[in-house]
Antibody, heavy 120, light 107 residues
Framework: EVQLEESGGGLIQPGGSLRLSCAASGFTITSYWMHWVRQAPGKGLVWVSHIDRDGSTIRFADSVKGRFTISRDNAKNTLYLQMTSLRGEDTAVYYC?????????????WGQGTTVTVSS | DIQMTQSPSSLSASVGDRVTITCQASQDITNYLNWYQQKPGKAPKLLIYDASNLETGVPSRFSGSGSGTDFTFTISSLQPEDIATYYCQQYDNPPFTFGPGTRVDIK
């Protein structure tokens, strides 16, 4: 079964760091574009970052550029989002998603989400 | 950044009604548009990609159309299980912005 499972969320103080993981099963992440999307409490969806199949194209939303990095461990078939200098506005449910094999951009498989709360 | 707007922000309709949501981009995005459904407490689900292509396994009562800056999402016959928030998303240029969402309820 094709699945994504996020982990690593939690309560973190402003200025702190956190690494989110997204473990894939049923497919190989290097065959797909992979994305991170977040959703603040009661708010809409916000695209955060993506990485392409060979890792040569990586993009970030301006709101996280310079603070977040995206990476993969191909052997573990796991995607990561390293978050530093966290702010209150980073509080959200973070989802990882698999891009369509055709376009790369429509996310056809999503994890259940992991919650990040930035608060003192 | 490309701004996406959706209207209405919410709607109530009866079971069996035809429901239409519009999405407008602040600039030409060709057909680089997705539509998602999100139920409360759940991850989004891809319904439509490339503005009008139905994702595998999605019921045919869902459809999308449009190109350029103006797009439409339609549920031809609203079902109780369609209660959700619907989002459009452009992928013509990063950041790949979502619309603010349209909440659909049963009247």
């Amino acid at each position: 079964e094709v699945q994504l499972e996020e982990s690593g969320g939690g309560l973190i103080q402003p200025g702190g760091s956190l690494r989110l993981s997204c473990a894939a099963s049923g497919f190989t992440i290097t065959s797909y574009w992979m994305h991170w999307v977040r959703q603040a409490p009661g708010k809409g969806l916000v695209w955060v970052s993506h990485i392409d199949r060979d890792g040569s194209t990586i993009r970030f939303a301006d709101s996280v550029k310079g603070r977040f990095t995206i990476s993969r461990d191909n052997a573990k078939n796991t995607l990561y989002l390293q978050m530093t200098s966290l702010r209150g506005e980073d509080t959200a449910v973070y989802y990882c998603g698999r891009g369509l094999v055709t376009t790369g951009y429509g996310m056809d498989v999503w994890g259940q989400g992991t919650t990040v709360t930035v608060s003192s | 950044d490309i701004q996406m707007t959706q209207s209405p922000s919410s709607l109530s309709a009866s079971v069996g009604d035809r429901v239409t949501i519009t999405c407008q981009a602040s600039q030409d995005i060709t057909n680089y548009l997705n539509w998602y459904q999100q139920k409360p407490g759940k991850a989004p689900k891809l319904l439509i990609y490339d503005a009008s292509n139905l994702e595998t396994g999605v019921p045919s009562r869902f459809s999308g159309s449009g190109s350029g800056t103006d797009f439409t999402f339609t549920i031809s016959s609203l079902q109780p299980e369609d209660i959700a928030t619907y989002y459009c998303q452009q992928y013509d240029n990063p950041p790949f912005t979502f619309g603010p969402g349209t909440r659909v309820d049963i009247k």
